[in-house]
């Protein structure tokens, strides 16, 4: 069965589930805005209120085009234009969504649509979630792997989070724009789709650890779209019209995957905390970060170099984790408070990997799994490098002291388990960093 038969369905699995996925329409043609009245119709019936949602850029992109394709069947549609925050583009917090929620209040739409990328799909997402009507996204760039996801990725008092909600029911995308949209956003989205081994890595580590629930159909899902865009990435970097293709298509699936697991582990681990630590600091000390993908493509390298350090150890004296995190780092307050918070959730976790790998057989045996599943440092700059992506601090605007600091603390705000935490547990983290960063992430 073809990948898109999936769509809008629910089917048993060999994981012994059963998964839902309630996206109905993946579209990406050179006339899917004109298309929209009839997948509207289709996805959320006749006559319904439309509102379209954008900024200010993705409204001059396709956003008037979207409400004009819209307005021959939906004469009422109204246009929502989200106003930038205090750094250029808007910003998907509790004050953004607020505004929004009291926008759409007035304009009483029965169905959304969201037209533009990571924000706007995420505040759309987070708001037809709240109001319990559906939305479709317009996708204005291949950037990063949310359109499908169900979760929305928000920032609430200064901390990143993922706050639960429900996928759109159709994703559409028109490759001219696509490929149109700034390089820098689909060497992001190239960034987020190659970071997907180490986070499928750092899953399957917690299935062997924990006894963690863990599908090979959906860690699978993406690899088999690989060949697509990485066979050259150098056409990426072109912007091919296949390659970017195959990219868009990859994020697609990867947020799909993530939406039939439940959770962000098939595409997240800890190649994307230095990405969110990052922007956490960026937003607590008020200076700009660089987009998701680009800034997760180089967490990727970092995360294959601290599995190879790791993975060269034979006999691990396996160390306690620091007791506590490094309140001073977060400014102290409220996000010092939500870090220590995840924090805290992460010490049962600890504690039952280190009693689990006591074992020498246990390690031994977790040692050559993992081998098999991580990349190398080096494949993962080299595929970044031939598609004109970001490979070191300075590509993400990011000092050298900065990024040890993020990659230094980067473990305190998740109580997954990922490839840091080991890192600290055998002592690469923090006793290899300086040599890691000089060999991979400097240039
Ligand atoms: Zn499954
Ligand atoms: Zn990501």
């Known amino acids: 069965m073809g990948l898109s038969e999936l769509l809008g369905t629910e089917f048993r699995c060999d994981c012994g589930r059963t998964h839902g996925l309630t996206v109905r329409r993946f579209v990406y043609d050179a006339t899917a805005i004109d298309r929209l009245p009839d997948i509207v119709r289709q996805c959320a019936g006749h006559g319904v209120q439309v509102a379209v949602v954008a900024d200010s850029r993705t409204w001059e992109v396709c956003g008037r085009r979207t ?16 106003a930038d925050g205090q750094h250029g583009s808007p910003v998907c917090d509790e004050a953004t969504f607020r505004t929004l929620l009291a926008r759409l209040r007035e304009a009483k739409p029965e169905v959304l649509v969201a037209v533009g990328s990571g924000v706007i799909n995420d505040l759309c997402k987070w708001v037809s979630f709240e109001r319990g009507i559906p939305y479709l996204v317009v996708a204005t760039a291949a950037s990063m792997n949310g359109y499908a996801a169900a979760n929305v990725a928000a920032t609430i008092a200064g901390v990143k989070v993922l706050l639960e909600a429900r996928p759109p029911v159709a994703v559409i995308a028109e490759p001219q724009t696509i490929a149109r949209a700034p390089h820098e956003m689909i060497e992001a989205g190239f960034g987020d789709t190659i970071a ?4 499928n890595t750092d899953w399957w580590m917690n299935r062997r ?25 150098e ?30 582990a098939p595409a997240s ?13 960026a937003s607590v000390r008020g200076h700009r970060h660089d987009l998701h993908g680009r800034q997760v493509g180089v967490g990727t390298i970092l995360s294959a170099a601290l599995y190879e350090k790791i993975l060269a150890i034979e006999s691990p004296e396996f160390r306690a984790m620091p007791a506590q995190i490094d309140t001073g780092f977060w400014s102290g307050g409220v996000v010092a408070e939500a870090v220590a918070r995840q924090y805290e959730a992460k010490r049962a976790a600890l504690d039952a990997a280190r009693r689990h790998l006591a074992d020498r057989d246990a390690w031994d045996r977790l040692r050559s799994e993992l081998g098999e599943r991580s990349r190398r440092p080096q ?27 993020a990659a230094l603390h980067m473990h305190e705000i998740r109580k997954r388990f990922t490839v840091v ?23």
């Open 67 to 82: 409400l004009a394709a819209l307005r021959r069947t939906h004469k009422e549609a109204k246009e929502v234009v989200v």
């Open 196 to 199: 997907k081994h180490q986070s």
């Open 209 to 233: 650890l924990f006894g963690e629930y863990y599908c090979d159909f959906c860690a699978g899902i993406v690899a088999d779209l690989e060949p697509l865009y990485l066979n050259r990435p």
């Open 235 to 264: 056409e990426i970097r072109e912007a091919g019209a296949p390659a970017v293709e195959g990219l868009f298509a990859a994020l697609f699936w990867s947020g799909v995957a993530m939406t039939l697991v439940g959770t962000s």
């Open 269 to 281: 681990g800890g190649e994307h905390l230095l990405s969110h630590t990052m922007d956490m600091i």
């Open 379 to 405: 494949t993962i700059r080299t595929w970044l490098e031939q598609a004109g992506g970001a490979t070191c601090a300075a590509d993400i605007g990011c000092s050298k002291e900065r990024l040890k600091g």
């Open 421 to 443: 935490d080991l890192a600290w547990m055998t002592g690469v983290l923090p006793d290899a960093l300086d040599e890691i960063v000089e060999q991979w992430l400097l240039r």
